[in-house]
């Protein structure tokens, strides 16, 4: 296992204990207060469980060794499970959450100890933000010391973009369900505890589509990294055996990248001389970079 796709595994064990937790216990507190806001977390932590599970399917899935009908393997099958993962945030989550606080702001229902509610959501917070810190933790091991906001841009690693989306929906949404629960207990008003539920719903819309913007490019068909693209061109153009580096295009399939060059190669090679040395060349490139799965070069005088 790479070592991006150890942090990712790491990243969704990390979630999924925490959410798995915070779920059974959000489910208690909902059934004894009443409150809607708890309903709609509780919701909320068994979609983030349902999530994790499939994101794990998709990364062990992505393993699978390439046959004749995908002779590139199945890398691309993560892209697949992170776009599923975010339309169940989407409607589970944030349609349920909105329509659960619709309800409650036109049907009231007193809360019972609201205190329940409130000491179960302080704890959650408390386990999220560990579940969100193991996160940045396996985030950081791969972002090579670059900003965190330019691995986030540039970033081709779906199942940690999606855990990351997810995390940060959830602190939010916690946060939120604790301060309107609070307000609802405070002013003995519960149509704060249904507002709280419908802006919880909101927060997770509007993760689950940053979540499908960025998995629909990947989907579609993405070039690596644009740092490892440079990295890349620079090996190529060191070469002492080629002139010209024409045109180089990549390719994301999950964890690994297809790369197809075409170069314009030193006058005077013969065509043995000019295979070897390109033979060596992508031995090269897969030793200085070893996410790079698949290289065609072609030899040609213009692109």
């Not at 062990?60 to 691309?76: E, I, V």
């Not at 396996?138 to 997810?166: C, D, Q, S, Y």
Request: net charge neutral; hydrophobic share 50%.
């Amino acid at each position: 296992m790479s070592s991006n796709e150890g942090s990712s595994a790491k990243a969704i064990l990390y979630a999924f204990l925490a959410n798995f937790g915070i779920a059974i216990t959000k489910t208690g507190a909902a059934i004894y207060t009443n409150s809607g806001s708890m309903l709609a977390e509780a919701i909320h932590s068994y979609a983030d469980c349902a999530n994790q599970v499939l994101l794990y399917i998709g990364l062990k899935q992505s393993d699978d060794p390439p046959t004749a009908a995908h002779p590139l393997g199945f890398g691309k099958v993560t892209y697949f499970w992170s776009f599923v993962v975010a339309l169940l945030l989407f409607s589970v989550g944030g349609l349920f959450s909105i329509y659960e606080g619709w309800h409650k702001l036109h049907n009231p229902e007193p809360l019972n100890k609201a205190w329940v509610a409130l000491m179960v959501l302080a704890i959650s917070i408390v386990l999220e933000s560990g579940s969100l810190l193991g996160c940045l933790k396996e985030i950081a091991k791969i972002r090579r010391g670059r900003p965190f906001m330019e691995w986030l841009r540039h970033t081709r690693n779906a199942e940690l973009v999606v855990v990351l989306g997810e995390d940060i929906a959830a602190l939010a949404g916690l946060v939120l369900a604790f301060a309107f629960v609070g307000l609802a207990a405070q002013t003995g008003d519960t149509r704060f505890d249904a507002i709280g539920s419908i802006l919880i719903g909101c927060v997770l819309i509007i993760v689950a589509a940053f979540i499908v913007v960025r998995i629909r490019a990947l989907l579609i068909g993405k070039s690596a990294e644009p740092a490892l693209r440079a990295q890349i061109d620079e090996l190529i153009n060191r070469d002492p055996d080629i002139e010209t580096l024409l045109n180089a295009i990549t390719l994301q399939f999950g964890p690994k990248v297809l790369l197809a060059a075409k170069v314009k190669m030193r006058a005077g090679l013969t065509i043995e001389e000019a295979v070897r040395h390109l033979n060596d060349l992508e031995r090269d490139i897969k030793k200085s970079f070893p996410e790079v799965g698949w290289i065609f070069v072609e030899p040609d005088v213009k692109d």
